[in-house]
């Protein structure tokens, strides 16, 4: 077969091959069918249907789209931004939603406060409070460790500010002019029960 067909004349394992394949029983010698790659979901049916249940409700999730119609999300996904032109936009949040009345009556209270403050001097009444810890620190500061070294001597060494076991609170009220009274709380204390 080799001099008939030269170089186009079939391999020896291939001619055992189709012998085995002959001899099982097969009787064409042409490609057998294959699953192979599908043929496209994405039709005008389909297209119609996603369309259909899109505007039936508009929150539902491309997966169940997929699921009831038996196709692939990514099928789905193609249909709704290319075939009919939608994208997923997330809800702004609001914190309430006020009626017509609830929002006049807002804006009637907001302006009869503006009113009030401005009638007597009302955020001057007003004493707010404000706490913050204190820590303890070495007061040395990088020139306060300096000293005189000589050549061969090493460099004098300084630690990090360490905090002392010290901590205490200190506690502010005041108004819109000065502070009022301070009082300071050790650590441990409960500061809520202030008098004045």
Same mark, same amino acid.
């Given at each position: ?7 186009e004349?079939?391999k020896?394992?291939n001619v ?10 097969r009787e ?14 994405r039709?005008?049916?389909?297209i119609?249907v996603v369309?259909?249940l ?5 929150r ?5 789209i ?10 789905v ?8 032109? $939608?994208?997923? *936009?997330?809800?702004? @949040?609001?914190?309430?939603s006020?009626?017509?009345e #609830?929002r006049?009556d ?11 403050a401005?009638?007597?001097n009302?955020?001057?009444?007003i ?7 204190c820590?303890?620190y ?9 000293e ?5 001597s090493?460099g004098?060494k300084k630690l ?6 010290i $901590?205490?609170? *200190?506690?502010?009220? @005041?108004d819109s002019?000065?502070?009022v009274?301070? #009082?300071?709380?050790?650590r441990g204390?409960n500061s809520?029960?202030i008098?004045?």
């Amino acid at each position: 077969m080799q001099k008939a067909y030269g170089n186009e004349a079939l391999k020896r394992s291939n001619v055992f091959r189709w012998y085995s394949r002959f001899r099982e029983g097969r009787e064409l010698a042409g490609d057998v069918e294959r699953g192979g790659r599908v043929k496209s979901t994405r039709t005008e049916i389909n297209i119609a249907v996603v369309a259909d249940l899109v505007k039936n409700d508009r929150r539902i999730a491309s997966t169940m789209i997929a699921e009831s119609l038996n196709i692939p999300n990514t099928v789905v996904l193609r249909i709704l931004k290319e075939d009919l032109g $939608k994208r997923v *936009l997330c809800a702004r @949040f609001l914190p309430h939603s006020l009626t017509p009345e #609830k929002r006049e009556d807002r804006v009637t209270s907001c302006q009869d406060i503006i009113t009030m403050a401005d009638a007597d001097n009302f955020f001057n009444k007003i004493i707010t409070r404000d706490e913050t810890w204190c820590f303890a620190y070495d007061p040395e500061t990088k020139r306060h460790g300096s000293e005189m070294i000589g050549d061969t001597s090493p460099g004098p060494k300084k630690l990090k500010f360490q905090r002392f076991r010290i $901590k205490t609170m *200190l506690i502010i009220f @005041f108004d819109s002019q000065c502070i009022v009274h301070k #009082k300071i709380r050790t650590r441990g204390k409960n500061s809520t029960g202030i008098i004045l």
